[in-house]
């Protein structure tokens, strides 16, 4: 039986426990993430599990892939910890600001690099964006079959993959050849903790650093240029509200009060 190669596509975003303190840049229209920690999207820790329980039953190596700024290397560092093999990181200026469609050209132009694989697995939706288109159109890139919202994975034999996919009124079970995309929901398992053997050999691990060059990818293709996706105008709404203090006995105090609710509309009556 030839050796399994499972690749898992990871995303850094901002930790949800800090999600108050984001921002948005009024004139790149993007996200303000700085001073906000960063964490492996939960859902794709879900997708890292899935491959490394592969590979403790039928064998292979896994390798993560991340469209991320330079210092994301931490987060794949902690992937290595939970036990992946390998990480690739694709990072360059001009992938910033990139939609899903622009993520996925630069997720499906590094695996194309990398080469030969039987699985592409990656968490089914982001904490920050919950699209869950890129999955989907990573596999178009790709000129794979794709399935998202998965499960459970389990290998029949060299060449197929049987797969539990939920939808609305119950189960799908998908049975398919590799190499094919993933995308797994938080229910197929519940990632490990790294341990302090996993944090001390995942620093002996390599990660492969690619840019734009590297990946022989049109700038034009990749960032706020190659999305279709634009933001619209901004407006931030005022919070602040009027007070205005109602004097008198409590049956005048009661007129006076519905008398105003209804000069602004809220009471009909």
């Given at each position: ?32 993430r ?15 599990e ?7 039953y ?15 290397e931490?987060k ?35 695996i ?18 919950g ?17 998202c ?12 993959w ?43 691990k ?5 840019s ?11 960032g ?6 634009q ?9 602040q ?9 409590p ?14 509309g809220?009471?009909?009556?």
């Amino acid at each position: 039986m030839k050796e399994r190669r499972i690749l898992v596509c990871i995303k850094p975003v901002p930790d949800p426990e800090h999600y108050d303190k984001i921002g948005i840049d009024p004139a790149s229209k993007t996200l303000v993430r700085s001073g906000i920690p960063a964490v492996i999207n939960p859902n794709d820790k879900n997708a890292i599990e899935a491959a490394l329980e592969i590979r403790e039953y039928w064998g292979g190596i896994v390798e993560l892939v991340s469209m991320a700024p330079p210092d994301a290397e931490e987060k794949l560092r902690e992937g290595l910890a939970m036990g992946a093999d390998k990480a690739y990181l694709l990072s360059d200026r001009s992938f910033a600001g990139s939609d899903t469609l622009a993520t996925a050209r630069v997720l499906a132009a590094g695996i194309a690099k990398i080469g030969s694989f039987d699985l592409v697995i990656t968490g089914s939706e982001s904490a920050d964006g919950g699209t869950t288109n890129v999955s989907p159109q990573l596999g178009e890139m790709l000129g794979l079959p794709h399935v998202c919202n998965v499960e459970s994975i389990t290998p029949q034999n060299e060449e197929q993959w049987q797969l539990n996919v939920k939808i609305e009124e119950g189960y799908l079970k998908v049975e398919g050849p590799t190499p094919m995309v993933v995308g797994v929901n938080d229910k197929i398992n519940t990632p490990r903790y790294t341990t302090v053997m996993g944090i001390m050999e995942a620093e002996d691990k390599e990660v492969v650093i690619w840019s734009a060059a590297d990946l022989e990818i049109d700038n034009d293709k990749v960032g706020l240029t190659g999305s279709p996706t634009q933001p619209g105008d901004l407006h931030e709404p005022k919070l602040q509200r009027a007070g205005k203090l109602l004097e008198g006995e409590p049956e005048v105090v009661v007129d006076k009060l519905i008398r105003l609710l209804r000069q602004a509309g809220v009471l009909n009556a």
